[in-house]
């Protein structure tokens, strides 16, 4: 498996496992506590599996919690989606920072998402599967949605957006978001 730092958010980490191929298909190791392991990250720290289903254009995120955060290891097992970094933690050498991938089941590679970052995904194909790994169980009260396309992001999501959230749509600015966790 290989591990790559991702430059634009500190602390991020892109898995890209090796698929074994032959003529029935490809099978891939997806999680390795070794290499997570060697990059300073504890395997077990992670307490939750979850799995989201999305069609073409929708658009989930972008999302981030409060309090003491939540990190996530976040990958696409089927299908293709374009995902969405942005680095929150005022204290971090990449505050503001995005990191913008193209996720999919044809590599399964996993990104690890620190603590304190938003992150949000649109699907690229008819059906995708996004598979999370989260290191503490989910609290609604902690969870925070700021504006897809708040301009001061300026994400240049692919696709025209087909469907989100109510809380999605009605989601604050990102001045608005750091304003109210600032005071």
């Known amino acids: 498996m ?42 077990r720290a992670f307490v939750q599996d979850s799995v989201s289903r999305s069609f073409r254009g929708v658009l989930r995120g972008l999302h981030l919690r409060s309090g003491a955060g939540e990190a996530k290891l976040v990958r696409c097992s089927y299908g ?41 995904f ?23 949605t700021i504006a897809y396309d708040d301009p001061e992001l300026a994400i240049p999501w692919p696709l025209p957006v087909t469907l989100m959230s109510q809380r999605d749509r009605e989601a604050p600015s990102l001045a608005e978001v750091l304003k109210h966790t600032e005071s």
């Open 80 to 120: 293709q989606i374009f995902d969405v970094v942005v680095d929150l933690r005022p204290d971090s050498p990449t505050y503001l920072g995005q990191a913008l991938f193209e996720l999919s089941g044809e590599t399964q590679a996993t990104l690890y998402v620190p603590a304190g970052c938003a992150h949000g």
């Open 122 to 144: 649109q699907a690229l194909t008819a059906t995708a599967d996004t598979s999370y790994r989260i290191d503490r169980p989910h609290d609604p009260a902690e969870d925070v």
């Open 2 to 43: 290989k591990v790559t730092e991702v430059p634009a958010i500190a602390g991020a980490f892109l898995f890209e496992p090796t698929p074994y191929t032959d003529e029935r298909g490809y099978f891939c190791r997806t999680f390795d506590a070794d290499v997570i392991r060697s990059v300073g990250l504890d395997p």
